[in-house]
């Protein structure tokens, strides 16, 4: 038997585990803060049930990854405080975020979140990392598709140009 076979548990993490799940770890944080002002600013009830489902399911993402990093003895990212609750009318109207830029902002953090997902898997030896972020990209697919339903039921995506008719070739 080598180094790497039997319990995945009991294998060391590589430099590039440790990395993938390091900056992971450390851009949910930040998300996750970042989530927490945008459901102060959103009035839309579809999306604030959205938000606040991710958010859940970041704050155990956050939870798991925290103890991987420990029990390999690796330092954890800092992690931001959690922001307060306000009143969506006490933010000006001015300096309120929208419900549109909102989803386009979660939409655009789900595409990058499936590519960590998918190198982190692509890179992992240790079967229990690539599986957990395995776990993780079946989650941000599945996050994501919800969002685009929202966003197109509320006429919030904006598509780009649709190609619907092809040019003539012109023969010489």
């Not at 319990?7 to 430099?15: I, K, T």
């Not at 009143?87 to 109207?93: D, H, K, M, T, V």
């Amino acid at each position: 038997m080598g180094i790497l076979s039997g319990n995945p548990q009991n294998e060391p993490m590589h430099y590039g585990e440790v990395s993938g799940v390091w900056m992971y770890l450390s851009t949910t944080k930040g998300l996750l803060a970042g989530y927490q002002t945008a459901l102060n600013h959103t009035g839309d009830h579809d999306l604030k049930g959205f938000l606040e489902d991710i958010t859940r399911s970041m704050k155990q993402e956050v939870e798991q990854l925290d103890e991987l990093l420990k029990v390999n003895g690796i330092g954890l990212p800092p992690t931001p405080p959690d922001r307060p609750v306000a009143n969506l009318e006490s933010i000006p109207a001015g300096a309120r975020m929208n419900d549109p830029e909102i989803a386009a902002g979660v939409s655009r953090d789900i595409a990058a979140g499936l590519v960590a997902c998918s190198q982190i898997m692509a890179q992992s030896i240790r079967e229990d990392i690539g599986m957990l972020f395995g776990q993780y990209h079946v989650a941000k697919a599945q996050f994501g598709l919800r969002l685009l339903r929202i966003s197109k039921k509320k006429g919030w995506l904006v598509p780009p140009p649709l190609h619907i008719q092809t040019p003539e070739l012109v023969h010489a």
